[in-house]
């Protein structure tokens, strides 16, 4: 297990997972987030090569659609 900061909050998760198996695990659904890591905003691609250790920091926001 590792320790990261996910939204100002301290999380544990699996050690060795790129970032997209990281949202995964946190309960997030990965195409419906946009993902700051270690304050840069990674494009979509480069996550499944992004691995995610300790103390690396994320920003992630979700993206609600809907409108009038």
Same mark, same amino acid.
């Given at each position: 297990?590792?320790?990261?900061?996910?939204?100002?909050?301290?999380?544990?998760?699996?050690?060795?997972?790129?970032?997209?198996?990281?949202?995964?695990?946190? $309960?997030?659904?990965?195409? /419906?987030? &946009? #993902?700051?890591?270690?304050g840069?905003?990674?494009?979509?691609?480069?996550?499944?090569?992004?691995?995610? $250790?300790?103390?690396?920091? /994320?920003? &992630? #926001?979700?993206?609600?659609?809907?409108?009038?």
């Amino acid at each position: 297990m590792i320790s990261l900061q996910v939204n100002g909050e301290p999380r544990r998760c699996s050690a060795g997972l790129n970032l997209e198996q990281v949202l995964a695990e946190l $309960g997030y659904q990965p195409r /419906l987030v &946009v #993902v700051e890591f270690n304050g840069t905003i990674l494009p979509r691609q480069a996550w499944p090569a992004q691995i995610v $250790g300790e103390s690396d920091v /994320l920003e &992630v #926001v979700t993206i609600v659609g809907g409108g009038s």
